[in-house]
């Protein structure tokens, strides 16, 4: 029986410490990764009585094909100032006048619903695809999740594309180019092999 005992405990040992092995490199593989580190152009002193070339400082662990694999943003400007106007007139009250919603967005109300999302890249709108975004402004939120009306008798298709526009004009380049490519580009994909 003392042999027995002594295995049981040995093995709640290592199987406790397996565990939280295992946890730690789950916490570590899936934490989100460090943003890239911007080239800096260093400002010539200025006492200097010659203007020295500007100096590119390039930290040593940033990737160099990483600027390489940016998407590069071709945005209409008249769709991104159209967008604008059309969210300032009828989404700003509840997202705010810069997509930054309220402070509490993340706490339900007394009526068990969420408050409106920040649209500006700080929470999951870029986890969707235009196709997914038009649809919930045309339709309104789900029944039972939030409190966002259908804009679809209010807005043209028009409207709501120049909106979704002006929004993916404001995240960051970081955001935007991961949406663009894990989800955007893949919704495009599956659209077009639908067409063929």
């Not at 040995?10 to 460090?34: K, Q």
């Not at 509490?104 to 999302?117: A, H, S, V």
């Not at 043209?156 to 894990?182: A, H, L, M, Q, R």
Request: net charge negative; with cysteine.
């Amino acid at each position: 029986m003392n042999i027995e005992k002594s295995f049981n405990l040995f093995h709640n040992y290592y199987r406790h410490h397996f565990l939280l092995g295992i946890t730690a490199v789950f916490i570590v593989g899936c934490s989100e990764p460090r943003p890239p580190t911007p080239k800096t152009i260093l400002a010539p002193p200025i006492s200097s009585s010659t203007t020295p070339e500007p100096v590119l400082s390039e930290p040593a662990d940033e990737p160099k094909q990483e600027l390489q694999d940016m998407v590069i943003r071709k945005l209409d400007s008249e769709k991104v100032r159209r967008g604008k106007t059309v969210y300032q007139t009828n989404c700003a009250i509840c997202h705010g006048q810069n997509g930054e919603s309220k402070p509490d967005w993340r706490k339900q109300g007394t009526d068990g619903k969420y408050p409106p999302p920040p649209l500006n890249g700080s929470a999951h709108t870029w986890h969707h695809s235009t196709d997914t975004l038009s649809k919930v402004i045309r339709e309104g939120s789900p029944p039972g999740i939030g409190g966002m009306p259908a804009w679809g008798d209010k807005l043209t298709d028009e409207e709501i594309d120049d909106v979704i526009v002006w929004i993916t004009s404001i995240w960051s380049d970081e955001i935007y180019n991961i949406w663009y490519k894990e989800i955007e580009q893949k919704q495009q994909k599956k659209r077009q092999h639908k067409l063929d």
